[in-house]
């Protein structure tokens, strides 16, 4: 069974606050994702990766970064918080077609 | 346009009956399409995955495709209550990153 994790269920910060949601898979696969999903607006993809240190801008980059420096972690960073970033984030990987998902970190900035 | 539409609902069917979900997606190169079920406070989790024009089935549940008219549906068969959640449908344009619809929640009453 493939395995996604993520390192929070919930996650309250402050606005500012530099946060970083890490994500972790067993399957050496080889493609990693990051989502938000929010109420109305479905799942959006922020970034993605197909390598160690390659990165590739989703749809919603802005005020995102990410970090992949193992094949097996993928890390989502918020350089300063806001407001408008508290969401459900979604983690996701995948081989060829199939994606898998984790768990999700509810992220709330205040 | 959206590149995945889908009928927010809710759509209510009654127990045994059968649940009709549909997607429309704009990218006619198209290859890999994908129903994913996501219950309330979790993630979303993989049912089925279609790639050629047609129906599969697996168990209550079919896929069709139609690419001629970019046209993707999920059918439900025997509806339980336990099928009640939301349904994503997912297209991925270039075998690289998803694409989701906003999803269909779907309740089935005892």
């Known amino acids: 069974d493939v395995k996604v994790t993520q390192s929070s269920r919930y996650l309250v910060k402050r606005t500012g606050e530099k946060v970083f949601l890490e994500c972790v898979q067993d399957?050496?696969?080889?493609?990693m994702f990051w989502y938000r999903q929010d109420p109305g607006l479905g799942l959006r993809l922020i970034y993605f990766s197909y390598d160690v240190k390659m990165k590739e801008k989703g749809d919603i980059p802005e005020g995102y970064s990410v970090s992949r420096e193992k094949k097996e972690r993928f890390s989502l960073i918020l350089e300063s918080a806001s407001t408008n970033q508290t969401s459900m984030y979604l983690c996701a990987s995948s081989l060829t077609r199939d994606t898998f998902f984790g768990p999700g970190t509810r992220l709330t900035v205040l | 346009q959206k590149e995945v539409e889908q009928n927010s609902g809710p759509l209510s069917v009654p127990e045994g009956a059968i649940a009709s979900l549909n997607c429309t997606y704009s990218?006619?190169?198209?290859?890999?399409f994908f129903w994913y079920r996501q219950y309330s406070g979790k993630s979303p989790e993989l049912i089925m995955s279609i790639y050629s024009n047609g129906d599969k089935e697996d168990g209550r549940f079919t896929a069709q495709l139609n690419k001629a008219s970019q046209y993707v549906s999920l059918l439900i068969r025997d509806s339980q209550p336990s099928d009640s959640a939301t349904y994503l449908c997912?297209?991925?344009?270039?075998?690289?990153?998803?694409?989701f619809g906003a999803g269909t929640r779907l309740t089935v009453k005892p």
């Open positions: 990218d006619r190169g198209s290859q890999s």
């Open positions: 399957m050496d696969h080889e493609n």
């Open positions: 997912a297209v991925n344009p270039d075998n690289n990153d998803m694409r």
